[in-house]
């Protein structure tokens, strides 16, 4: 075989390869889109991974090429929610257009208009798990965990900025309003959720913006 047909038939072997890879990472991909967009609708235990899989025309026996139990699975796609969550929270807490106190209000009030736009329904995938999982799966827990310690560090350091600014009160620590800040939004947004109107949602950032952080 001439040293040209060899490297032809190479480059084609590479080639198939790399189209098969990639092949193999958009179906995982759509997986997690998927079953993170059911997990948020129904919960882990209502989501089914047939339905998941019945929904792409992905044969039964290939999700276990890409995830090695339906507990692996919701861990990636903690993982893939956050991905896309933190990233969005990370441009809107650090808008240099805007003041500390500005983004966190922005933040909040997109929320309100995402969760009125649904109906009040699905909200966050990590406060749904939270709720669901906690007590039912240490590993989701830990996995949420982290998510969650990883936002408030988030919000942490907009306050911080904004209370070095003058523009948040220095009454409690970042850490503690941050605290405050995300376990009371994610209250919120259950209760909106339960009485299916934002009210709940008005009312925090109305105390939240008028009197906690105000300095």
């Not at 650090?94 to 208009?113: D, I």
């Not at 798990?129 to 039912?136: F, H, K, T, V």
Request: charged content about 25%.
């Amino acid at each position: 075989m001439s040293i040209d047909r060899f490297m032809g038939r190479l480059t084609e072997q590479v080639n198939g390869m790399g189209t098969r890879v990639a092949a193999k990472q958009e179906t995982k991909t759509a997986l997690l889109e998927v079953g993170m967009d059911m997990m948020m609708e129904k919960g882990y235990t209502n989501t089914g991974i047939q339905e998941i899989l019945s929904s792409l025309s992905v044969p039964k026996g290939s999700f276990y090429h890409y995830f090695d139990s339906k507990e692996n699975y919701a861990v990636e796609i903690i993982q893939h929610f956050d991905q896309q969550y933190s990233a969005t929270l990370m441009r809107t807490l650090r808008n240099p257009q805007q003041t500390p106190l500005q983004r966190l209000r922005t933040y909040c009030e997109a929320g309100k208009e995402k969760l009125a736009a649904q109906d009040c329904r699905k909200g966050c995938l990590i406060g749904n798990l939270s709720q669901e999982m906690a007590d039912q799966s240490e590993v989701l827990r830990q996995e949420l965990s982290k998510v969650m310690r990883k936002w408030r560090d988030m919000f942490a350091a907009c306050i911080d900025e904004g209370q070095k600014a003058g523009e948040i009160s220095k009454k409690w620590s970042a850490d503690q309003y941050a605290e405050l800040f995300a376990s009371s939004w994610g209250g919120a947004v259950m209760r909106s959720k339960t009485v299916k109107n934002t009210e709940p949602l008005d009312i925090f950032i109305d105390m939240m913006f008028n009197d906690v952080l105000k300095a």
